[in-house]
Nanobody, 127 residues
Framework: QVQLVESGGGLVQAGDSLRLSCAASGRTFSRYAMGWFRQAPGKERDIVAAISLNGGSTYYADSVKGRFTVSRDNAKNTLYLQMNSLKPEDTAVYYC????????????????????WGQGTQVTVSS
């Protein structure tokens, strides 16, 4: 079983930056592919970014390309999401998710591919 704890959310103004963190339990962090999803009120949970187990491949939703950066520190068992130039439409609960993978460069983009989820952290961007 994997436990994930997100942190770093908050209330910011448009144009500001935030960095989300996701700390994972276990000693096999380097074998996890990971992703960030978000869910706004009344909407479905959507992919924001994903990263392969070796960090060599990344994926971004079109809405965040050029503004968000996903990264991981395997020594610290932590996933990050650096969010710059935040917009009101980025307001959502952000979730990290992980799955075991044997493919070094594979990224996973759908909810169904991730069995383990954090509890979420709220990001609110005011205009």
């Amino acid at each position: 079983q994997v436990q994930l704890v997100e942190s770093g959310g908050g209330l910011v103004q448009a144009g500001d930056s935030l960095r989300l963190s996701c700390a994972a339990s276990g000693r096999t962090f380097s074998r996890y592919a990971m992703g960030w999803f978000r869910q706004a009120p009344g909407k479905e949970r959507d992919i924001v970014a994903a990263i392969s187990l070796n960090g060599g491949s990344t994926y971004y939703a079109d809405s965040v390309k050029g503004r968000f950066t996903v990264s991981r520190d395997n020594a610290k068992n932590t996933l990050y999401l650096q969010m710059n130039s935040l917009k009101p439409e980025d307001t959502a609960v952000y979730y990290c998710a992980v799955r075991y993978s044997t493919r070094s460069f594979q990224v996973y983009k759908t909810l169904e591919e991730y069995p383990y989820w954090g509890q979420g952290t709220q990001v609110t961007v005011s205009s």
